[in-house]
């Protein structure tokens, strides 16, 4: 029996990821473009996780899109929201898992699951994007420190400093502030994880957390926050190096589902 | 400036029950005109002060709430916020109320346009901000602010000392008004105006109660237009008319398997909340993309009063959503959800409403740990368009509707 390829990507508000899966439980390849909804990321990215599988479009048994931008990709047989497609994909993961804190370029969301993987509930920040990715590229910026280097350099603090986690542009100006004051920005950089942990917390403290707590998404690769997040919430929380392409796995994963209807 | 009241031409045939609300809107706006160019004094009130008394009296009354709604739905809601928050009012403070102050102030407004005021009707069953709404406007126009006071009901059931001091101030209104209209109050008419209210009231409940029936033979949200009926002019025998037709036509529809909701039926969802006015389009479609119907409201049917008694009368005017006590609340939801058969919610946290929105979180525990069902919350704005997001809105319609899918699949164990 031939195997069968199917493809999930996640078109976020500031990247587009695509996984394609050999027989459901395989990944064969997988794309990341820094560019999301509106722009020619998705086709980028679907261009280059082909290329990875060495694979053309008709190879492909069933596309499932996500995601901010899911709606509008012509090349999708199907389309389901990034909540059902994080779960998915963290379920695959770490079947233990229970609860999912997903921190992405603009969104937030905590998602309970049953002991099944199927999703339960959830909560979503709304319309602010402080305390997602967005607020760490403003903060790197302000810092004039890379993105990529935010957690080594939180490593290095010994001060605690309070950023605010109202609202992105009002820490912005805190910022500026303690560094106006000669603040280590190593110790700024701590306070901004926090900032962003605190955030975080506060929607998963309105679901409730149960183990195994599973953290998700572009901004799980910096393990700062992550430690942020654990200190916040008292749990041991675990991440993988799929964590920004977990919304894509998921939706590969329905797509199997879907290509054995 | 009297809007003209349209007249369909159906001489032989009975109007369709949604015409004659319409039309009964239309005209109690246009009979307040006609009294404010005959020189009659004309009131606002808030949307539960008892209509019962001004009817009696003879006094035309408009309803700012309903005004400021029908305002946002014609998306003039932002323009009056805007026009408020520049004469100085927050743009934390209900949409509902900046709207009510820019017309007040004298804003240009053709969406829905009333008579200004020469007294102003306040009764804070459903929130406290009316008290400070009416105040300001009431010294905008120096005019008199008459004002019912009603405690928030920590019990089930409002205690004796709360009806009498509800009823003091009931006939002290009366006692007032009858100054402004210049004549004196009529038992005997008010008799009649209480009968044609409960009969309202009845009729009113008992076409929402329709939305029981699996499937359900009306679109949920059909009730948030027929409700203005029950704000306007709910003392009025056509009022019980009109939805004693709209209860007969639902009737209909069940008997001959038909539906104002023309979609696949997949699942059934209680609405919790002030719909977003300006929204309501955006609202629907993806419920209806997904087969969703609202079978469950609760804004609606929060406008049947009914009573028996003078003391049963000060009881009903004593409950409404805001004011009852949060067990009160939840049994009311649960009981909807039960009875009209809902596999899940869905919560606006409406930024115009803090006291609507702030007991919501707590509901929303209880409602997943009794029903069982999914819930799911969204942020908007019942009437300043600036606070909903669509494609927000969009993600949780499609996460709830995958919740209940899987739920519906067996696949969904508990927590």
């Given at each position: 029996?031939?195997?069968?390829f199917t493809m999930g990507i996640d078109i976020g508000?500031?990247a587009s990821k695509c996984i394609i899966m050999k027989?459901g439980d395989e990944i064969a390849a997988k794309s990341l473009v820094d560019?999301?909804?509106?722009?020619?990321g998705p086709?980028r990215a679907i261009q280059a996780v082909l290329a990875g599988a060495k694979l053309?479009?008709?190879?492909v048994?069933?596309v499932l899109s996500t995601g901010?931008?899911?709606?509008?990709?012509?090349?999708?047989?199907?389309?389901?929201?990034?909540?059902?497609c994080?779960?998915?994909g963290?379920?695959f993961q770490?079947?233990?898992?229970?609860?999912?804190?997903?921190?992405?370029?603009?969104?937030?969301?905590?998602?309970?699951?049953?002991?099944?993987?199927?999703?339960?509930?959830?909560?979503?920040?709304?319309?602010?994007?402080?305390?997602?990715?967005?607020?760490?590229?403003?903060?790197?910026?302000?810092?004039?420190?890379?993105?990529?280097?935010?957690?080594?350099?939180?490593?290095?603090?010994?001060?605690?400093?309070?950023?605010?986690?109202?609202?992105?542009?009002?820490?912005?100006?805190?910022?500026?502030?303690?560094?106006?004051?000669?603040?280590?920005?190593?110790?700024?950089?701590?306070?901004?994880?926090?900032?962003?942990?605190?955030?975080?917390?506060?929607?998963?403290?309105?679901?409730?957390?149960?183990?195994?707590?599973?953290?998700t998404g572009g901004?799980?690769r910096?393990?700062?926050?992550?430690?942020?997040?654990?200190?916040?919430?008292?749990?041991?929380?675990?991440?993988s190096d799929l964590a920004q392409y977990n919304g894509a796995l998921g939706a590969a994963l329905?797509a199997y589902?879907?290509?054995?209807? | 400036?009297?809007?003209?009241?349209?007249?369909?031409?159906?001489?032989?045939?009975?109007?369709?029950?949604?015409?004659?609300?319409?039309?009964?809107?239309?005209?109690?706006?246009?009979?307040?005109?006609?009294?404010?160019?005959?020189?009659?004094?004309?009131?606002?009130?808030?949307?539960?002060?008892?209509?019962?008394?001004?009817?009696?009296?003879?006094?035309?009354?408009?309803?700012?709430?309903?005004?400021?709604?029908?305002?946002?739905?014609?998306?003039?809601?932002?323009?009056?916020?805007?026009?408020?928050?520049?004469?100085?009012?927050?743009?934390?403070?209900?949409?509902?109320?900046?709207?009510?102050?820019?017309?007040?102030?004298?804003?240009?407004?053709?969406?829905?346009?009333?008579?200004?005021?020469?007294?102003?009707?306040?009764?804070?069953?459903?929130?406290?901000?009316?008290?400070?709404?009416?105040?300001?406007?009431?010294?905008?126009?120096?005019?008199?602010?008459?004002?019912?006071?009603?405690?928030?009901?920590?019990?089930?059931?409002?205690?004796?000392?709360?009806?009498?001091?509800?009823?003091?101030?009931?006939?002290?209104?009366?006692?007032?008004?009858?100054?402004?209209?210049?004549?004196?109050?009529?038992?005997?008419?008010?008799?009649?105006?209480?009968?044609?209210?409960?009969?309202?009231?009845?009729?009113?409940?008992?076409?929402?109660?329709?939305?029981?029936?699996?499937?359900?033979?009306?679109?949920?949200?059909?009730?948030?237009?027929?409700?203005?009926?029950?704000?306007?002019?709910?003392?009025?025998?056509?009022?019980?008319?009109?939805?004693?037709?709209?209860?007969?036509?639902?009737?209909?529809?069940?008997?001959?398997?038909?539906?104002?909701?023309?979609?696949?039926?997949?699942?059934?969802?209680?609405?919790?909340?002030?719909?977003?006015?300006?929204?309501?389009?955006?609202?629907?479609?993806?419920?209806?993309?997904?087969?969703?119907?609202?079978?469950?409201?609760?804004?609606?049917?929060?406008?049947?009063?009914?009573?028996?008694?003078?003391?049963?009368?000060?009881?009903?005017?004593?409950?409404?959503?805001?004011?009852?006590?949060?067990?009160?609340?939840?049994?009311?939801?649960?009981?909807?959800?039960?009875?009209?058969?809902?596999?899940?919610?869905?919560?606006?946290?409406?930024?115009?409403?803090?006291?609507?929105?702030?007991?919501?979180?707590?509901?929303?525990?209880?409602?997943?740990?009794?029903?069982?069902?999914?819930?799911?919350?969204?942020?908007?704005?019942?009437?300043?368009?600036?606070?909903?997001?669509?494609?927000?809105?969009?993600?949780?319609?499609?996460?709830?509707?995958?919740?209940?899918?899987?739920?519906?699949?067996?696949?969904?164990?508990?927590?």
């Amino acid at each position: 029996m031939s195997d069968i390829f199917t493809m999930g990507i996640d078109i976020g508000s500031t990247a587009s990821k695509c996984i394609i899966m050999k027989n459901g439980d395989e990944i064969a390849a997988k794309s990341l473009v820094d560019v999301g909804a509106g722009t020619s990321g998705p086709e980028r990215a679907i261009q280059a996780v082909l290329a990875g599988a060495k694979l053309e479009m008709k190879d492909v048994a069933h596309v499932l899109s996500t995601g901010y931008g899911r709606h509008s990709m012509a090349e999708a047989d199907s389309q389901m929201s990034e909540l059902s497609c994080h779960a998915r994909g963290a379920y695959f993961q770490f079947p233990n898992v229970r609860t999912i804190i997903d921190i992405g370029g603009q969104d937030a969301k905590v998602l309970r699951l049953d002991e099944d993987g199927m999703l339960i509930n959830f909560v979503m920040n709304d319309k602010c994007a402080a305390g997602t990715g967005r607020f760490l590229d403003v903060m790197a910026r302000v810092l004039e420190v890379r993105i990529d280097d935010l957690e080594s350099l939180s490593e290095e603090s010994t001060k605690d400093v309070t950023i605010s986690s109202t609202c992105t542009v009002f820490a912005e100006s805190e910022v500026i502030s303690q560094l106006s004051r000669n603040t280590d920005k190593r110790d700024i950089i701590r306070g901004i994880h926090r900032s962003v942990a605190s955030r975080a917390g506060a929607l998963a403290k309105r679901i409730g957390l149960l183990d195994d707590v599973i953290m998700t998404g572009g901004v799980a690769r910096n393990r700062g926050v992550l430690k942020a997040l654990e200190e916040e919430l008292g749990h041991k929380i675990y991440t993988s190096d799929l964590a920004q392409y977990n919304g894509a796995l998921g939706a590969a994963l329905f797509a199997y589902q879907k290509s054995q209807l | 400036m009297a809007e003209t009241v349209k007249n369909e031409k159906v001489p032989t045939e009975k109007l369709p029950a949604k015409i004659m609300l319409r039309n009964i809107v239309d005209k109690a706006y246009a009979e307040a005109w006609e009294a404010k160019e005959r020189g009659e004094p004309v009131g606002w009130s808030t949307s539960k002060f008892p209509a019962e008394i001004a009817e009696t009296l003879g006094l035309k009354v408009c309803y700012p709430e309903n005004q400021a709604a029908a305002i946002a739905a014609k998306h003039g809601g932002q323009r009056m916020c805007e026009y408020a928050e520049a004469m100085g009012y927050d743009n934390d403070i209900c949409a509902y109320a900046r709207i009510s102050f820019a017309y007040a102030a004298g804003a240009e407004c053709e969406e829905k346009p009333m008579p200004q005021p020469d007294f102003m009707l306040c009764c804070n069953n459903i929130c406290n901000c009316v008290t400070k709404w009416y105040e300001n406007i009431s010294r905008m126009h120096n005019i008199p602010l008459i004002m019912i006071d009603i405690p928030y009901n920590n019990t089930y059931e409002a205690n004796e000392e709360n009806v009498v001091y509800i009823r003091a101030q009931f006939d002290d209104a009366i006692k007032q008004l009858e100054k402004i209209a210049g004549r004196k109050f009529d038992e005997k008419k008010f008799e009649e105006v209480c009968a044609n209210s409960n009969r309202t009231a009845r009729a009113w409940l008992k076409a929402c109660a329709y939305c029981q029936y699996e499937p359900s033979p009306l679109s949920g949200f059909d009730l948030f237009n027929h409700m203005a009926v029950s704000v306007t002019a709910r003392c009025r025998k056509e009022s019980a008319e009109a939805f004693e037709a709209l209860a007969a036509e639902y009737e209909q529809s069940v008997k001959d398997g038909t539906s104002t909701w023309r979609y696949p039926e997949k699942h059934r969802i209680m609405f919790e909340g002030i719909p977003c006015w300006p929204d309501l389009q955006n609202l629907f479609r993806p419920l209806k993309d997904k087969g969703i119907n609202t079978t469950a409201i609760v804004y609606a049917p929060a406008f049947g009063f009914v009573y028996n008694n003078m003391d049963e009368m000060m009881r009903a005017y004593s409950k409404a959503p805001n004011s009852v006590c949060l067990e009160t609340g939840v049994e009311w939801r649960e009981g909807i959800c039960r009875e009209n058969k809902v596999d899940g919610i869905m919560v606006h946290y409406n930024r115009s409403c803090k006291p609507w929105s702030g007991y919501m979180p707590e509901m929303e525990r209880r409602f997943r740990k009794d029903l069982g069902v999914g819930v799911v919350g969204f942020d908007g704005d019942q009437a300043d368009p600036r606070n909903f997001s669509n494609a927000q809105y969009i993600t949780r319609v499609e996460g709830l509707y995958e919740i209940m899918e899987s739920k519906k699949m067996g696949g969904q164990k508990s927590e």
